[in-house]
Nanobody, 128 residues
Framework: QVQLVDSGGGSVLPGGSLRLSCANT????????MAWYRQPPGKEREFVAA????????YYADSVKGRFTISRDNAKIAIYLQMNSLNPEDTAVYYC?????????????????????WGQGTQVTVSS
C-alpha cells in the first residue's frame, strides 16, 4: 500500500522561499513517479511538478518553471519541492501524489486531470 505523508508548508512573504517534503512509507509500483499538485482557494487542484523514479526526469507546470525545483531521495522514497520567488498566486494547499510517470508525461496539457495516491496536504500562504 502507498502511504504519503507531506509536510513543510507555512506562511511566507512575497519573494520568500519554502521547502516541502513528502515521504512514501509504503510500497512503490511499476513506472513509479511522484508529484506535487496544489489547490488554490476556490479553485481546482492542479499539477505543479513531477519526477520519474526510473530516470529522474522532471516535469513542471509553466507557472512554476524557473522558480520551483522537485527532487527525490530514492532510499527514503521521498520527494521535495524547493519553492523560490513565491508570490500570492502560489497560495494553495499543496498535495503530494504518487502515480505512474507515464500519466504525468501524457497529461502535461491537462493539469487538472489527476490519478493515484495522495498525501493529506500542506498549506502554503504567501502574503504581505
Amino acid at each position: 500500500q502507498v502511504q504519503l505523508v507531506d509536510s513543510g508548508g507555512g506562511s511566507v512573504l512575497p519573494g520568500g522561499s519554502l521547502r516541502l517534503s513528502c515521504a512514501n512509507t509504503g510500497r512503490t509500483f511499476n513506472d513509479y513517479g511522484m508529484a506535487w499538485y496544489r489547490q488554490p482557494p476556490g479553485k481546482e487542484r492542479e499539477f505543479v511538478a513531477a519526477i520519474s523514479w526510473t530516470d529522474g526526469r522532471t516535469y513542471y507546470a509553466d507557472s512554476v518553471k524557473g522558480r520551483f525545483t522537485i527532487s527525490r531521495d530514492n532510499a527514503k522514497i521521498a520527494i521535495y519541492l524547493q519553492m523560490n520567488s513565491l508570490n500570492p498566486e502560489d497560495t494553495a494547499v499543496y498535495y503530494c501524489n504518487a502515480a505512474p510517470t507515464s500519466f504525468y508525461a501524457n497529461n502535461m496539457d491537462d493539469p487538472f486531470r489527476t490519478m493515484g495516491y495522495w498525501g493529506q496536504g500542506t498549506q502554503v500562504t504567501v502574503s504581505s
